[in-house]
C-alpha cells in the first residue's frame, strides 16, 4: 500500500532563505539614493522626488504581489515595501539588516515545534486524553477503541465542540454499552448539546427498527433457521437496552426478545454452529431476560439447574438474586457459598456485588435466623 508524502511545511515557518531579496534591496536602495541626490543637487524638485518614490513602491507592491502569487518566499520584499514607504532611503538599509540578522539567528535557533516540546515535555496520555485527541482528530474509531467511562469522561469534562464529536460519533458507531453516554448527553447543561443527543438518539432508534424488520423479514423467509432467529432475539435484546425507549416500548421489546430465544432454542442447531447459538448461550440470555421481566418464579425455576451446569458463574449471581426477592433465604445462604460468585465479585463489572455477598457470608457464619436486613440486591448484567 503506498503512503501519501508528508505535507510541506509554510512558508511562513520554513527559515528565510539567504538570498532572499537581495536584488529588490539593491534595486530600492540605488533608486532612493539617486531620488535624494537629484533633490539635493537641484536637478528636480521634490515633488518630482515624491512621485518618483510613489512610483517605486507601487512597483515593490505589483513586485511582491506578482512573487507571492507564484509562490515564492515574499517576506523579505513584504518588509523592503513597508519600510521603503516609512523610511524612504533607509528602507533599503533597514531590511538588508534584517535578512542579514534572520540569517545570523536562524543558524542557532531551534524550531518552534523542538523549543516547545523541551520547554512543555509531553506526559503519557491517558484513556480520555487519548479518545480526546482522536475525536478531535476525526478518527472513526474512536468510539471502537474507547470505552464508555472514557466516553463520560468527555462528555463530563470536555468542551462543546469535544461534546459534540462524542454525540455524532456515537451516532454512528452506537452499542447499548454506550447506553449510559447518550443518557448523559441527553441531560447535558448545554441546550445544542441536548438538541444534538436527542437527534442522534432518533437516528439510532430508526436504524435499530428498520434493522429489526429486516431481520423479522429474514426470520420468517427461514423458517427454522436457529441462527437467523437468534441474530433477531439479540438484536431486540441490543435494542431494548439502547436508552432511547420509553419504559413500556422496553418492555415490549424484552419481552420480542424473549419470545425469540425460545423460538431459537426449539430449532435444531446446524453442525459447525459458533458457540454462541448454543443451548447454553440461548438459556443464559433467557434466564436473564426473564429476571429484567420481573418475572421472578419462571426466573428461579430457569436459573435453578443453569446455575449448577453452566461454568458462566452469572446465572448463580442471577438465582440469588431470584431468591432474595422471593425471600428464600434459607436457600440464598446455601447459594451464597458458590465459590464462583466470589471470583466474578472481583472482576470490574460485578464490584459492587462482593460487600453483599460478604454480609451474607457473615450472616450465615454467625447463625442469624432472625429478620433479614433488606438489601438492594445487585441488578444483572447484560451477557455478552
Same mark, same amino acid.
Given at each position: 500500500?503506498?503512503?501519501?508524502?508528508?505535507?510541506?511545511?509554510?512558508?511562513?515557518?520554513?527559515?528565510?532563505?539567504?538570498?532572499?531579496?537581495?536584488?529588490?534591496?539593491?534595486?530600492?536602495?540605488?533608486?532612493?539614493?539617486?531620488?535624494?541626490?537629484?533633490?539635493?543637487?537641484?536637478?528636480?524638485?521634490?515633488?518630482?522626488?515624491?512621485?518618483? !518614490?510613489?512610483?517605486?513602491?507601487?512597483?515593490?507592491?505589483?513586485?511582491?504581489?506578482?512573487?507571492?502569487?507564484?509562490?515564492?518566499?515574499?517576506?523579505?520584499?513584504?518588509?523592503?515595501?513597508?519600510?521603503?514607504?516609512?523610511?524612504?532611503?533607509?528602507?533599503?538599509?533597514?531590511?538588508?539588516?534584517?535578512?542579514?540578522?534572520?540569517?545570523?539567528?536562524?543558524?542557532?535557533?531551534?524550531?518552534?515545534?523542538?523549543?516547545?516540546?523541551?520547554?512543555?515535555?509531553?506526559?503519557?496520555?491517558?484513556?480520555?486524553?487519548?479518545?480526546?485527541?482522536?475525536?478531535?482528530?476525526?478518527?472513526? #474509531?474512536?468510539?471502537?477503541?474507547?470505552?464508555?467511562?472514557? %466516553?463520560?469522561?468527555?462528555?463530563?469534562?470536555?468542551?462543546?465542540?469535544?461534546?459534540?464529536?462524542?454525540?455524532?460519533?456515537? +451516532?454512528?458507531?452506537?452499542?447499548?454499552?454506550?447506553?449510559? @453516554? %447518550?443518557?448523559?448527553?441527553?441531560?447535558?447543561?448545554?441546550?445544542?448539546?441536548?438538541?444534538?443527543? +436527542?437527534?442522534?438518539?432518533?437516528?439510532?432508534?430508526?436504524?435499530? !427498527?428498520?434493522?429489526?424488520?429486516?431481520?423479522?423479514?429474514?426470520?420468517?423467509?427461514?423458517?427454522? #433457521?436457529?441462527?437467523?432467529?437468534?441474530? %433477531?432475539?439479540? !438484536?431486540? #435484546?441490543?435494542?431494548?437496552?439502547?436508552?432511547?425507549?420509553?419504559?413500556?416500548?422496553?418492555?415490549?421489546?424484552?419481552?420480542?426478545?424473549?419470545? /425469540?430465544?425460545?423460538? @431459537?432454542?426449539?430449532?435444531? @442447531?446446524?453442525?459447525?454452529?459458533?458457540?454462541?447459538?448454543?443451548?447454553?448461550?440461548?438459556?443464559?440470555?433467557?434466564?436473564?431476560?426473564?429476571?429484567?421481566?420481573?418475572?421472578?418464579?419462571? +426466573?428461579?425455576?430457569?436459573?435453578? /439447574?443453569?446455575?449448577?451446569?453452566?461454568?458462566?458463574?452469572?446465572?448463580?449471581?442471577? !438465582?440469588?438474586?431470584?431468591?432474595?426477592?422471593?425471600?428464600?433465604?434459607?436457600?440464598?445462604?446455601?447459594?451464597?457459598?458458590?465459590?464462583?460468585?466470589?471470583?466474578?465479585?472481583?472482576?470490574?463489572?460485578?464490584?459492587?456485588?462482593?460487600?453483599?455477598?460478604?454480609?451474607?457470608?457473615?450472616?450465615?457464619?454467625?447463625?442469624?435466623?432472625? #429478620?433479614?436486613?433488606?438489601?438492594?440486591?445487585?441488578?444483572?448484567?447484560?451477557?455478552?
Amino acid at each position: 500500500m503506498t503512503t501519501m508524502p508528508p505535507l510541506p511545511e509554510p512558508i511562513g515557518e520554513q527559515p528565510v532563505p539567504p538570498a532572499s531579496g537581495l536584488g529588490a534591496i539593491a534595486v530600492s536602495l540605488a533608486i532612493e539614493l539617486a531620488l535624494v541626490w537629484i533633490v539635493w543637487v537641484g536637478m528636480e524638485p521634490l515633488q518630482s522626488a515624491l512621485l518618483g !518614490h510613489a512610483a517605486l513602491i507601487a512597483l515593490l507592491s505589483g513586485y511582491t504581489f506578482w512573487r507571492g502569487r507564484t509562490g515564492h518566499d515574499v517576506r523579505i520584499e513584504g518588509w523592503l515595501c513597508w519600510f521603503t514607504l516609512t523610511l524612504g532611503p533607509l528602507g533599503p538599509i533597514s531590511t538588508l539588516a534584517l535578512l542579514i540578522m534572520t540569517n545570523a539567528f536562524g543558524r542557532v535557533a531551534k524550531p518552534f515545534d523542538e523549543w516547545y516540546a523541551a520547554l512543555f515535555p509531553e506526559e503519557e496520555a491517558n484513556a480520555s486524553e487519548r479518545l480526546y485527541q482522536r475525536l478531535m482528530s476525526g478518527r472513526e #474509531d474512536a468510539v471502537a477503541e474507547g470505552s464508555v467511562n472514557s %466516553l463520560t469522561d468527555v462528555l463530563f469534562t470536555g468542551n462543546t465542540r469535544a461534546k459534540q464529536a462524542v454525540v455524532a460519533l456515537l +451516532a454512528r458507531r452506537f452499542r447499548s454499552d454506550f447506553a449510559p @453516554a %447518550l443518557q448523559m448527553a441527553l441531560n447535558d447543561s448545554e441546550a445544542s448539546i441536548r438538541v444534538q443527543a +436527542a437527534t442522534a438518539a432518533s437516528a439510532i432508534e430508526e436504524r435499530f !427498527h428498520a434493522q429489526r424488520l429486516e431481520l423479522e423479514h429474514e426470520a420468517r423467509k427461514r423458517h427454522g #433457521d436457529r441462527h437467523t432467529m437468534l441474530r %433477531l432475539a439479540r !438484536h431486540m #435484546d441490543e435494542y431494548a437496552y439502547a436508552g432511547v425507549l420509553d419504559p413500556d416500548r422496553m418492555l415490549a421489546t424484552m419481552t420480542s426478545a424473549l419470545d /425469540s430465544y425460545r423460538a @431459537a432454542r426449539g430449532f435444531t @442447531a446446524v453442525p459447525g454452529a459458533p458457540e454462541t447459538d448454543g443451548n447454553e448461550s440461548i438459556d443464559i440470555a433467557i434466564g436473564r431476560l426473564l429476571l429484567r421481566l420481573d418475572r421472578i418464579e419462571e +426466573a428461579a425455576t430457569h436459573l435453578a /439447574s443453569l446455575s449448577q451446569t453452566s461454568p458462566d458463574p452469572r446465572p448463580a449471581l442471577w !438465582h440469588v438474586e431470584c431468591l432474595y426477592r422471593l425471600r428464600r433465604f434459607d436457600e440464598l445462604r446455601k447459594r451464597i457459598e458458590d465459590p464462583r460468585l466470589a471470583e466474578l465479585a472481583l472482576t470490574d463489572s460485578y464490584g459492587n456485588v462482593n460487600p453483599v455477598l460478604n454480609l451474607w457470608q457473615i450472616s450465615s457464619l454467625s447463625n442469624l435466623l432472625g #429478620d433479614v436486613p433488606e438489601l438492594d440486591a445487585p441488578d444483572p448484567v447484560v451477557a455478552t
